[in-house]
Each structure stands twice: as C-alpha cells, then as structure tokens.
C-alpha cells in the first residue's frame, strides 16, 4: 500500500478509512520485514539447460528421457491425457488432481523419432522429444499444434527454489484463451498475464489483467486442432502471448507464442488434444468433476452488500414478492455478521436470524451468508481461541502467528493447506446452517486486505503445511482461495449430507469446480465492464469452472437505467444469476430504475425461470461431461476463423445463442451465426448459417436463438415441465438431452434423448433408449414451422 491508496481508502471510508488505511501502512511495513527476514536474498544465479539427450529408459505409458543436465518423465494416461515433467517431477502431489494420478496406458511407448529424439504415441496425440529438449505436440496425422523449447532454469548459488522459463510456439492461425477469469478475454490478445490471485480492490474492465481465479491453463484453438496446456505450478509467474500471422515475412507465417515464466515450482505439463468438448471432458476426469448446485441456486439471486439488518432483508424480498418478481436466494454480506466474530450474527441487526431464514424459506427462498477466512484476533473470540489451541493459524519463518489488518482489525488466518485446518474450519459452518443459511459465499479469500485495496495481506515467507511438505506462502497464496473451498464443501456435506452444498467462491485455481462456483469480484460498473464480466465467464467455462457469474450492474458507480437493464438481461442466461445492493453499491432492486426497465427486467425474470429446466440439464451435463453452461460460438466448429474472433456472444448449451447488448443506444445488432438454422426465439424467423446477420434488439429484449431441430426441456406456465421443440430444416433432423430436476439431494437421473425430425407435413419428437422410466412430458410445443424463407 502506498501514499495513493492512502488516499483512496481516506476518500471511501472518511476519517475510519483513514485510521484503517494506517494501520495497513503499518501491516505492509510489518509484511516486507518479515520478507526481509524469512527469505533469503536473491543473489548469483546459475542458468541451466537440459543438455544433450543421454538415455532413454521405458516404462508403462511413456518412460524417463535423461539429458546431460536435465530428465524428463512422460506418461500417457487412460483418459488421453498427456504428462511430462522436467527434473524427475512427477504429477504428484498436485491441488488440480482431483485424487490419484489417472493410469498409464500400456499401449504408449517410448520410440525413436526422426533426428535422434524420440516420441510416445496416444490415441489423440503425439509427444515426440528431441534430442535437446525441445518438445512437441503433434495430431495423429503429424501437424504440430505445440512446440515447447527447452526450457530454462535459474538456479540460486546459494540454494532454494529455481525460477524457470519455458517458451512455446503454436500455429499462426491459433487463438489463445483460458488463464482462469479474465476480464480482457475471452480470446487472449497480445500481453502478460499474471498467475497470482489478487483481489485488486479496484473494478475491473477489459484489458486489466488482476484476477481472483488465476490458473495457468491454456485453450488454444487452431485450424488443425484444439489443445489444452496445464502447467501445474502454484507460484507467482507470468504469461506473454502474442498471436501468430500467416503470410508474414516474405510469404513465411509467424507462429504464435506463448513465454511462461514462474518464479519456483516444479516445471510439469499436462496436455489434451481433441475436439473443445474431448479435451474438456478430460480435463474435468484429471481435476475432478464439477459440483452440481442446488436447484435453488439455478434461480435469480440478490445480493445485499455492507451494513444491511433484518428491516432491509424484508423491504427488498418483499418488494419482490409485492412486484411479483421471481427470487429465490438473498445472499448477506458483511454487516449481518459480529464485527469481531467471523460464524457469530449481529443481534443487534438480525435479532430473530433464524425465524426470518424460516419464513423466507416458506416462500422458496434461501439465505446465503458471507464468509471471509480472516479471524479477529481476539480473546475471548471463540473462533481465534479454539484455533489457537488447535494450532491452525498460519505462521511467519521465525514462528509466531502471522498478524494481518482487514474490516475488523487485526486479524489472524487458517492454514488452509493442512487437512487438519480445513476439518476444523468446516466444522464451524454449522453455526451458519443453525442460524438457517442454505450456503455460503467466500470472500477476500486471496487472501487479501480490504483496507489495503488487494494488498496480499499474509508475508511471502508465511509459514503453510502444504499438505505435511511444507513450504512458504510464495507456494500456497493461488491454493488458498481452493482450499478454503475444500473446507467448506466438505464440511457443509458433512453436516447436511442429504443436501448439495452451495458454495461460491471469489478466488480460486484450477481444480475449483469440485468444490463449487465463484463470481466476476470487482467488475467497473460501465459499459466496459459489461463486456468484461461475459469476458470473465466463458475464460472460467473454458478453464473447467463451469457455474459463474457476475454481479448485476457493476460494484462502483450508479449504473445508467440502460445499463442496468442490458446486464440484467445478459445475467439472466447465465449459470449465476445474481443482482446486488447495499450502501456500497446503492439500491439495485429493478424497481429502483423505473417503470420501463422494472417491466423488461420482468420479461428477462420470467424468461429465466421458464429455463430453470434447460439450466438444470446444463448443470448436470457440465458434471458429467465437463462441458460449460456457456460457450464461445466456436465450441461446436473450431475450424470457423470468424467464430474464433467473435467474442459478443455465446452458447448456452448446445440449443441457444444469446447475443446480448454491449453498447449504450443500440437497438440493433450484427450477430455471427454458426452453420445451420436458427430461429429468433421471439419472432421465429429463420436465418441460415454461417452468416452475419443484423437483427432487432430493441431495449426490451436482448437476440436470443434456437438452433433448428433443438428440444429444450421448459417450465410451462402452470410450472409443470414442457419440451420446447424448434422445427428442423427439411430433410434434417435434430434432437436435445433432458435431464430432469431430482431436488437437492444426490440422485443422479438419468439422461433422456429426444430426437426430432419432420414425418409427412408434421415434426415428430420421439425419446430414443433409456429405460423409460422417466414420465411423458405431458406438453409438447413445436415453434418455427411456418413455412418462411430462412434469411442469410
């Protein structure tokens, strides 16, 4: 924290702001001398190569590679899924797995390859090593999607952790996209990119890189294929990319290029080619599937932001109700709890939590209560005392619990990186279930100083058991957000075990999906913002995070009634729906805006809940297949170069493109179509694909479409299910998954199949396979079959 922020927090907070700005003056004075302490200088480094290859040494589903200075471990595992490790590591112990290794695949063996070097061969790829180190990444017919160069190491004379840079090359049509949340995403221009998890304090638009979910995960997309690359390494580092051009330099292309540099850990790789939903699909078997929200938490969500009480939880869920308005979760953020407890309630503001959690519960909806992982220190404080004697707290070098400065003070933090910890810390949820809270969202879990304005708030030389290994806070500080996860996850499955949890997390890394969702953080409340928080949702979708989204309207700032309304109606298709408030973010209740957007914030509500079933089946295909709610247009046709640039819209399943409003005044828009039909969902007009088409979009509504022959499951207007049916082409057919609600609980239904086509003059849908257990839907609406020319 310097002089500016200083002056920033005196500005938001008044004269209170200006005392806790000072003692976070204070906290970063105390944080680098402890740096200063309990890390070593940097002083002469040694640069290293691999080295010339030596010797090759199989072994089951790839084998050792021994260079002069170097080795390298490959395997090839029974999902497709390739891993190399330099120096003899190996994919184990890793926070991104979601247990044990997957097997080897016996039939992958170490050959030679052209040149002396050598290769292994799988199913969807080729790894061929040459004889320096250089490795690639080839299809099965031989085109190289991935060339990483020797790597390089700088290696302290003094001792410790070496930083390490690998560059790689990739082909001059490929786009990059991933690297976790990324507000100037979802495709990843030239720039660098941070891999450290920092809750800036300060919203976020388009081109500002700072994210709470950082993961060194790149998709990237090529006309000869789609590959995903993890290098699984928790320390801070860097990422450089530029884009590739074809034909530059005298007729010659020049390859894309990714340089990553981390600043310690092991350099390991994993690898899957495929089609974008194989190679997600093996991402989610390696990092673990994601976790299935409550059905409840597929609906519209309203959050209230800073010193809110019990009068405020009823003015706001009852102008709801009054306004007839569906609602179905109110999350309460920091003024409901004690400012000097973390699981203990305001009784002064919430005086019967319970009774209203009850009574809200009645109506359908669910209270949803913030979390942050800072402990006040102090005595008498039940949380600090019973951590303290269970020795949970992270610790500086020299021993002591490290102090740390947020809304409360002093504070203290669970080491979240010791299953003991985190057993501890899930047990302390049952004071949020008993006071009638149905899940929790984490906050300022980087973690990260409130006062400070994203200052890291624990010492880069704090202490982590790192799961009995051990090691500083340089290592843990990305895990942290997942691990506090974990607890929670697992501790609310333990206490309510015939219920899935809901728990939605602001930072996180790779792997987070087990565990739960997280939202956007910080977004600028603008019309940039906008574009970023959809940015941030499809760069986490492609990542393996499949449920998130962002806050309605931005978190500074009062949003125009234009801009309110247009995010609202984006957030309204996406996984997290969740408007907020408060004294920070002012009144944001659709009413707030005026009569004209209260009435187009209806229609999206509506709209919302009468896909409820569709966004059911979307959550349980991302669990069992590792595909996202939504997609970038290309999902389904990589090899489209002009789907790969669009970033203004998107899929949401395999059945709807949603194109939303990014732009103040607009009431119209070009939107790029996929091959095939699609209908205008309101109109029901044809238009023919691929194409750019320019269509209405006037301020009460946003372009919604529907592929030809999709079959949604719905909620019809008297709340039983329906099946929505959209003609397909004549001569086609079409068809769509439905799996349907089963509640809270963990019952796994079975997925139906419906296929639809056109008999004699009449489209007919009929369910193929399955046991048939499952009831006929008693409604079957077929739209789009009025014989109109498609547009193009």
Not at 592 to 619: C, D, K, N, Q, S
Request: with cysteine; charged share 25%.
């Amino acid at each position: 924290m310097d002089g500016r922020d200083l002056v920033r927090s005196m500005k938001a907070f008044g004269s209170a702001g200006a005392a806790q700005g000072l003692r976070s003056v204070r906290a970063a004075w105390l944080r680098r001398r402890a740096d200063a302490a309990g890390l070593p200088p940097r002083g002469a480094e040694r640069a290293r190569v691999p080295g010339p290859m030596r010797e090759v040494e199989p072994g089951p589903g790839g084998g050792v590679i021994r260079f002069g200075r170097s080795e390298l471990r490959i395997l090839v595992a029974v999902n497709g899924a390739v891993f190399w490790g330099w120096d003899g590591a190996g994919p184990e112990p890793s926070y991104a797995l979601a247990g044990r290794c997957p097997e080897p695949d016996p039939r992958a063996v170490l050959e030679p390859d052209k040149d002396g070097g050598r290769r292994v061969v799988a199913e969807r790829a080729t790894v061929a090593v040459s004889r320096h180190g250089a490795v690639e990444v080839r299809t099965p017919g031989g085109v190289v999607l991935r060339r990483e160069l020797p790597p390089r190491w700088w290696e302290p004379a003094d001792g410790g952790p070496a930083r390490w840079t690998q560059r790689s090359e990739v082909a001059a049509d490929a786009r990059f996209f991933g690297l976790g949340g990324r507000s100037a995403g979802p495709r990843l221009r030239e720039g660098t990119y941070r891999l450290w998890n920092t809750d800036s304090g300060l919203p976020s638009v388009p081109g500002s890189d700072p994210s709470s979910v950082t993961m060194p995960v790149q998709l990237v997309v090529a006309d000869a294929g789609t590959h995903l690359v993890f290098h699984d390494s928790t320390w801070d580092g860097t990422v450089d990319l530029r884009e590739g051009e074809e034909g530059a330099g005298s007729g010659h292309d020049r390859p894309g290029r990714s340089v990553l540099r981390m600043d310690g850990g092991p350099l390991r790789c994993w690898v899957m080619v495929g089609t974008p939903a194989r190679v997600l699909l093996a991402w989610a078997s390696l990092t673990g599937a994601p976790a299935l929200p409550p059905s409840w938490a597929l609906g519209h969500h309203h959050a209230l932001w800073g010193s809110g009480d019990e009068e405020e939880v009823r003015r706001v869920v009852t102008g709801y109700q009054e306004r007839d308005l569906p609602l179905d979760a109110v999350h309460l953020g920091v003024g409901h709890a004690d400012a000097h407890q973390v699981f203990t309630v305001d009784e002064e503001r919430f005086p019967k939590l319970p009774v209203l959690a009850e009574e809200l519960r009645r109506d359908g909806i669910r209270l949803v209560s913030v979390v942050e992982p800072a402990v006040p220190a102090v005595p008498g404080n039940p949380v600090y005392d019973g951590g303290t004697r269970e020795d949970v707290f992270v610790r500086d070098a020299s021993g002591p619990v490290v102090r740390g400065v947020a809304r409360a003070g002093d504070v203290v933090f669970p080491d979240f990186t010791q299953a003991r910890a985190r057993a501890w810390w899930g047990e302390r949820y049952e004071e949020r279930l008993g006071q009638g809270f149905a899940g929790v969202w984490h906050d300022l879990n980087a973690p990260t100083s409130f006062a400070a304005f994203g200052e890291p708030t624990l010492p880069r030389s704090a202490r982590h058991r790192l799961e009995g290994g051990g090691g500083d806070h340089r290592e843990a500080h990305n895990v942290y957000g997942l691990c506090m996860a974990r607890a929670a996850y697992e501790g609310l499955r333990a206490l309510v075990p015939g219920e899935r949890p809901f728990v939605v997390s602001r930072s996180g890394w790779a792997g987070l999906q087990r565990y739960g969702g997280t939202w956007s953080g910080d977004v600028a409340t603008g019309w940039p913002g906008l574009r970023a928080s959809l940015a941030s949702v499809l760069g986490l979708g492609l990542c393996g995070v499949p449920y998130a989204g962002p806050d309605v309207g931005g978190t500074d700032g009062s949003p125009s009634p234009e801009l309110y309304l247009r995010w609202f109606q984006l957030a309204a298709h996406l996984p997290l729906f969740r408007t907020h408030g408060g004294p920070r973010a002012g009144r944001r209740e659709p009413w707030e805006f005026g009569a004209e957007v209260l009435e187009h914030a209806r229609v999206a509500l509506a709209e919302r809940r009468r896909l409820l079933p569709y966004f059911v089946t979307l959550a349980h295909l991302a669990r069992r297949t590792g595909a996202p709610y939504v997609r970038p247009l290309w999902w389904s046709s990589p090899e489209e170069r002009a789907l790969r640039d669009c970033e203004d819209a998107f899929l949401l399943g395999d059945c709807l493109l949603v194109a939303p409003v990014l732009d103040p005044g607009a009431d119209r828009r070009a939107v790029q179509l996929p091959r095939g039909r699609w209908y205008d969902v309101v109109t029901e007009r044809a238009y023919e694909g691929p194409a750019q088409v320019l269509v209405e979009a006037p301020l009460a509504r946003i372009p919604v479409f529907a592929r030809a022959g999709a079959v949604i499951p719905v909620r019809g207007e008297d709340g039983a299910p329906e099946l929505e049916v959209w003609a397909p082409a004549r001569g086609r057919t079409g068809g769509g998954l439905v799996v349907r609600d089963a509640g809270d609980g963990w019952v796994e239904p079975e997925i139906e199949r419906y296929v639809s086509r056109w008999e004699d003059e009449r489209v007919v849908v009929r369910r193929e396979g399955g046991d048939g257990a499952g009831e006929p839907f008693r409604t079957v609406r077929v739209r789009g079959t009025a014989e109109r020319p498609a547009q193009r």
